[in-house]
C-alpha cells in the first residue's frame, strides 16, 4: 500500500503545478482557463480519493485471496489441534476416543505407579503408547483436571496426547522410553550415553525445566501453579525425558489457577505439607507454636511457590559434571533471589530463563578457553 500511493502523491502534485491533464479538463468544462490551483483541489481530491479507494479494493481482494489460501493452524506436531502423530507414524491422526481405545489398545506391562495412576506400556497398531489408568476412585477428580490440562496445554513442552476416554478412566499419551527426570543419572551413566553426560545436555535440561514454568505460569490456560512437587524426587517423576534428552512435563493432574485480577490464589492441597523442598509459605506457620494444622487457618499462595524450588532441581540436573562448579557460580545471585523468604521477592521464571540461556552462551562461547584451564 504504501509504495503504490508514492506515484499517486507524485502524479497528483505535478499536475497541480502544471496545470492541464485530461482529468482535470474534463472536470473542468466550462471554466475560465485560469482556473487557480485552489479551485482546482477538490478535483484532485476527488481523483486522489478514487484512487485511494480503489488501491483499498484491491487490498481488500487480496487479502481475502490470501485468506481463502491460508493454511488451517497447525500446532508444533504439524498437525491439526485435537490431532497426534508420533515421530514413527506419517500421518496425523485425530484423538482416540473410548471405542479405539477399548479396541485397539493393547497393555504390555506397567512402567509407573503414582498416588493417581497406574502407568502402562502398551501398544496401538504397532506404536509404543504409554497408558495411565485412576488408580483409586478417590482421585477421579485430579485426573479428570489432568486429562483437561493436557488436552488445553499441549505443545512442545507437554506430552503428546494420544487419546482418552473419560467413562473408563483412561488416558493414553506418547510413550518416553528413557521415562522420568528421576531416571537421569541411571540413563547419563550407561555406556551409549555417556557422551551426553555433559554440562551443555545438563544445562539445556535445566533451561527446558524453567521454560515449562514459564509456560505453565503463562500458559493458555491461565497462570498454572505446579503443586504436585512437595519433594525433588515428586518434582521429578512429573517430567519425561525425550529420546534426545529433552524434558515434557507429563504429569498435570495438579494445576491449580492464580488469577491477582479476580483474586484467585491456590493451596496445594488441604493437608499439612512439610520439609525444606517446599516454599516457606507452603509450611503451617505455627508448627513451632506447636498448634495443630488447620486447614482454614492456611493462608493461599501464588506460582512463586515453583520458584522456590527451581534451585534444588537444578541442583541435581547439574549434578557432578566437569564444568557444573561453574555453572552454579554464575546462578548464585539468581537462585538466591528464587530463594527469598518473601514470594514477591523471587524472579519470575522469565527472569530466570535469560539469566539461565545467557550463562549457556557464555559458557559455550568460552568453551575453547574453558577446556584448556582443566
Ligand atoms: N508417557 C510415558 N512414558 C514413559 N513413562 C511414563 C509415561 N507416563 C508416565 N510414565 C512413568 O510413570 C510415572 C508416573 O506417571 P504420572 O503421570 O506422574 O502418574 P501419577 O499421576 O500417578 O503421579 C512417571 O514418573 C514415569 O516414570
Ligand atoms: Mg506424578
Same mark, same amino acid.
Given at each position: 500500500m504504501a509504495t503504490m500511493s508514492m506515484p499517486i502523491i507524485q502524479h497528483g502534485h505535478?499536475?497541480?503545478r502544471g496545470?492541464? @491533464?485530461?482529468?482535470?479538463?474534463?472536470?473542468n468544462m466550462g471554466r475560465r482557463s485560469s482556473?487557480?490551483?485552489?479551485q482546482r483541489t477538490p478535483v484532485v481530491a476527488i481523483f486522489l480519493a478514487a484512487l485511494l479507494l480503489s488501491n483499498i479494493l484491491i487490498y481488500l481482494y487480496l487479502d481475502s485471496v490470501y485468506q481463502s489460501d491460508r493454511q488451517p493452524v497447525t500446532t508444533h506436531n504439524g498437525c491439526l489441534a485435537q490431532y497426534f502423530k508420533m515421530p514413527t507414524m506419517k500421518n496425523c491422526t485425530p484423538w482416540l476416543q473410548c471405542p479405539m481405545i477399548e479396541a485397539d489398545v493393547r497393555k504390555l506391562k506397567l512402567i509407573g505407579q503414582g498416588a493417581v495412576k497406574k502407568v502402562y506400556l502398551a501398544e496401538w497398531k504397532g506404536q509404543k503408547? @504409554?497408558?495411565s489408568k485412576l488408580s483409586s476412585l478417590n482421585y477421579s477428580q485430579d485426573f479428570l483436571h489432568g486429562v483437561s490440562m493436557l488436552k488445553a496445554l499441549q505443545g512442545p513442552l507437554v506430552v503428546q496426547l494420544v487419546g482418552f476416554c473419560l467413562k473408563d478412566h483412561t488416558m493414553v499419551t506418547q510413550y518416553h522410553p528413557l521415562g522420568s527426570l528421576l531416571n537421569l543419572n541411571i540413563v547419563l551413566a550407561q555406556e551409549h550415553q555417556k557422551h551426553r553426560n555433559t554440562w551443555q545436555t545438563r544445562l539445556m535440561l535445566a533451561i527446558d525445566y524453567i521454560s515449562i514454568l514459564h509456560y505453565l505460569h503463562n500458559s493458555p490456560a491461565g497462570?498454572?501453579?505446579m503443586c504436585d512437587s512437595n519433594s525433588l524426587e515428586k518434582t521429578l517423576s512429573q517430567f519425561l525425558l525425550t529420546n534426545d534428552f529433552h524434558l515434557v512435563v507429563n504429569d498435570l493432574d495438579a494445576l491449580p489457577e492464580v488469577d491477582v485480577s479476580r483474586g484467585l490464589l491456590v493451596k496445594c492441597g488441604h493437608h499439612e505439607i512439610s520439609g525444606d523442598f517446599v516454599a516457606p509459605e507452603q509450611l503451617w506457620p505455627f508448627y513451632n507454636k506447636g498448634k495443630p494444622f488447620s486447614d482454614d487457618l492456611m493462608?493461599?499462595?501464588?506460582?512463586?511457590t515453583d520458584i522456590w524450588k527451581i534451585p534444588d532441581v537444578t541442583q541435581f540436573l547439574i549434578g557432578r559434571v566437569i564444568g557444573g562448579d561453574l555453572i552454579h557460580f554464575h546462578l548464585f545471585q539468581i537462585h538466591k533471589e528464587c530463594k527469598s523468604q518473601d514470594p514477591k521477592l523471587r524472579p519470575s521464571a522469565l527472569d530466570v530463563l535469560m539469566i539461565y540461556k545467557a550463562v549457556y552462551s557464555n559458557m559455550a562461547r568460552n568453551n575453547g578457553e574453558f577446556r584448556e584451564k582443566l
Open positions: 505535478h499536475r497541480g496545470g492541464s @491533464s485530461s482529468i482535470s479538463l474534463q472536470f482556473t487557480s490551483i485552489y503408547v @504409554s497408558v497462570r498454572r501453579v493462608h493461599e499462595y501464588d506460582e512463586k
